[in-house]
């Protein structure tokens, strides 16, 4: 591959004038932290060496402004409706010509080539079209950066990101709600961003791609999840939404972290599909997060953090731009990282973990296969007072498969996948509470991380497979009478309630009533055996 035919192939796929705009073609982390400190403002180097840098007025993803084009390739396999909102394919391609069009007054653009997936038999050659040096470095962590002889023969890419992402979208335009749009077509295989120079609607984006590619093409599951390995080759898969755990969790010295994000579950094994990761930075520090802060390095990209203007040194307490404050690096910073990111064992655990601020799920319940796809389906986990404005008691927060923002198919869909891996490699499903236990949040005490560390430890010794269990009424879960490391009467919550039986059982009906009500936006294609694998109130 040379600069000659990707200067051709841009201009024969996007009308890219090369005479006029210089294409840097997959920049080495220098030059791409030269082109940042002299041409995007706000840009700096940390004391530890990470470019800093800012996206601008959008400081997260715009989740009202993804859109998917309908196209008859694959307008009958997509879950039209609370995620994925048509967008027809003419005002596509007018975004599609206002984004090349604003690339095009560019004197410089960057493009990268890698790759989403780490098995060779499976993955996709994605390429990034950028005006941002610093999306172009961003994406390079979060994609596999090929070798040499990889990108000589790199050939033509699989799916394409134009990101024009200072440039806004047209908002009279038919199906745009605002000046940003998140717009991805199957039939191009294209992505375009307008309005927006947040750097994750790229990476959600491409997990985008792949919850559609790797089920409907090659029969593959794809994950929101971690996943790590044990010494003895048995692999675990972490799910959980922001709080619960997944990251720390799954961080264990003793095992390899396979990926922090996400995965696929194929015939082969698992594999990862990033080449990073993309860890939240807010209260970080040495001492809570060891792995992560070392990786902030050279190479390594900080986004909307606040800096010492003099020494150059972060602080990450200060949330002053935004709680969402994130880095980006290459995987193989974390020193127990498996490289490459692929297993060829099939999962033996599947770990659900849950913060669950009432205070009434168990710290560990073992899951039949039919739970396992309710609790999967319903995703829970509950926000508590404080975290966002007006939210001044638990609040049960589902989202489907435990990624619902990123989902193409119907949950239903994922959870029948998962379900049939389970049961043809023999694994076994948990779902863990690391929320509160003996009352409510601002009763009960949230369960220590050192008994959830437990919990997993025995889930991983193999300990809690054979252990005796008891059943947790109106849940239907079964719940371990003891387990190495955690106090046994916790591991029943109406053993531990502060207050009167009459108000354990109130709050514990309350939030299966709560699941009872989520799950009615999916039983319609979901199997009777499932819906009753939830919450029975009488």
Known sequence: MTYSKIEEELHNTAHIDYDHVAIQWNPSVAQLYEDALKYETGSAISSSGALVTASGNKTGRSPKDKRIVDEPGSTNDIWWGPVNTKLPEHVFLINRERAVDYLNTRKRIYVFDGYAGWDPKYRIKVRVVSARAYHSLFMRNMLIRPTEEELENYGSPDFTIYNAGAFPANRYTSGMTSTTSVAINFHM????????????????????????????????????????????????????????????????????????????????????????????????????????????????????????????????????????????????????????????????????????????????????????????????????????????????????????????????????????????????????????????????ERIKLKYSRAIIDAIHSGELAQADYENYQVFNLQIPKLCSGVPSEILHPAKTWKGTQESYVSTRNLLAQRFIENFKLYQDQTTIEVVNAGPILS
């Open 189 to 444: 295989n294209e992505m375009v961003i307008l309005g927006t120079e947040y750097a994750g609607e790229m990476k959600k984006g491409i997990f985008t791609v792949m919850h559609y590619y790797m089920p409907i093409k090659h029969n593959v599951l794809s994950l929101h999840s971690s996943a790590n390995e044990g010494a003895d080759g048995d692999v675990s898969i972490f799910f959980g939404l922001s709080g619960t755990g997944k990251t720390t969790l799954s961080a264990d010295p003793k095992r390899f972290l396979i990926g922090d994000d996400e995965h696929c579950w194929s015939e082969d094994g698992i594999f990862n599909i990033e080449g990073g990761c993309y860890a939240k930075c807010i209260n970080l520090s040495a001492e809570r997060e060891p792995e992560i802060f070392n990786a902030i390095r050279f190479g390594s990209v900080l986004e909307n953090v606040v800096y010492d203007e003099q020494t150059r040194v972060v602080n990450y307490d200060d949330a002053a731009l935004t709680e969402n404050t994130r880095c980006a690096y290459p995987i193989e910073y974390i020193p127990n990282a498996k490289i490459p990111c692929i297993s060829s064992s099939h999962p033996k655990n599947i770990i659900l973990l849950t913060c669950d601020a009432y205070g009434v799920l168990p710290p560990v319940s073992k899951l039949s296969s039919a739970q396992a796809m309710y609790h999967f389906i319903s995703g829970y986990t509950a926000k508590i007072a404080g975290t966002e404005d007006g939210v001044t008691e638990p609040e049960a927060t589902f989202s489907a498969c435990f990624g619902q923002p990123f989902l193409v198919l119907h949950p239903y869909r994922y959870a029948k996948m998962l379900a049939e891996k389970m049961e043809q490699h023999s694994a076994n499903a948990w779902l863990v509470n690391t929320g509160w236990n003996g009352g409510a949040y601002g009763v009960g």
